[in-house]
């Protein structure tokens, strides 16, 4: 194996292998491509699928337990209209034994013969560098979680991960949000992050990286002088290029949001917009 891996023509990401048409999609633009009949970094011709999404998963019920009816819910295997509520019909009705699905399986549906859940994988959420990371991961495990067990059948929830001591699994365990948020806050407070700094977000996009890098430093350079307010450097998105479009992003902070909002105001006004450059700003940034 070469190591080779499949790669969006108009974004920076790995594309997705869809079985039933045997394509290769991107997840953020939709681009579609056949999958070579050869490997075009080594000439192999045995090109192998890598990953654990849901299809691989699905087919390692199957295998398992080939006797039971396995039902699969994802964009992909409902992407019709009518299919969604046509699959959450036949749950309902207990025509699947096992159900494999993502985060939409666990929002606001009343499974009254879920017996068993398993959570896999919530390892990437817990080394993921985005500072709201663990608190979705302890919303959306909270919210799988309470699919088991409901009506008359009593209910189990297994967690994969290579981390059993992390904190976030014994306050999972107690069903606390508060003891979570209490220990969220105080890492927040001493990583100053937010609610305890206010934060705003430039970003730009062009035909090249080099431009909108360039626009955003010559936005720095423009903004008015504040000694309550910090401008990082611009860096690259961390999917730098989609459709087509390369971006960067940089990040503005204040200790007030008083302050930020002023800030932004008289900044915004010197910022000079350049031909094929798009940009905007974001207040309280979800995704850095």
């Known amino acids: 194996m070469c190591g080779w891996v499949s790669r969006c023509l108009h974004c920076s990401t790995f594309t ?145 991960s290579r981390f059993p001591d992390h904190p976030i699994f014994s306050e999972l365990k107690a069903q606390s949000f508060e003891r979570f948020a209490a220990r969220a806050l105080a890492d927040r407070r001493e990583s100053l992050s937010p609610p305890f700094v206010f934060q705003a977000m430039l970003r730009a996009e062009a035909q090249t990286l080099d431009r909108a890098l360039g626009f955003l430093a010559r936005a720095r350079q423009a903004a008015p002088e504040d000694d309550g307010v910090a401008l990082y450097d611009p860096v690259p998105m961390s999917v730098m290029r989609l459709m087509d479009a390369e971006r960067g992003q940089l990040l503005v902070e204040a200790g007030n949001r008083g302050e930020l909002h002023r800030f932004l105001l008289a900044w915004c006004a010197r910022i000079q917009t350049e031909p094929g450059i798009n940009w905007s700003v974001e207040v309280d940034p979800v995704d850095l």
């Not at 991107?26 to 045995?46: D, I, K, L």
């Not at 979705?136 to 909270?142: E, G």
């Open 16 to 160: 997705v292998f869809h079985k039933a048409e045997k394509r290769l999609v991107c997840r953020h633009c939709g681009a579609s491509y056949r999958v070579p009949e050869r490997c075009p970094s080594c000439g192999n011709p045995e090109i192998s699928a890598v990953g654990t999404g849901t299809q691989r998963i699905e087919e390692a019920i199957v295998s398992l337990w080939p006797e039971a009816r396995v039902l699969r819910l994802d964009r992909d295997s409902v992407k019709r209209k009518g299919e969604t509520e046509a699959a959450f019909q036949k749950i309902h009705k207990g025509e699947a034994d096992i159900i494999v699905g993502t985060q939409m399986i666990a929002k606001g549906h009343d499974f009254k013969r879920v017996g068993l859940v398993v959570v896999l994988n919530v390892d990437a959420q817990l080394v993921n560098p985005d500072i709201r990371a663990e608190e979705r991961l302890f919303s959306t495990v909270l919210q799988v979680a309470g699919r088991a067990g409901r009506g008359e059948i009593s209910g189990r929830v297994f967690v994969q």
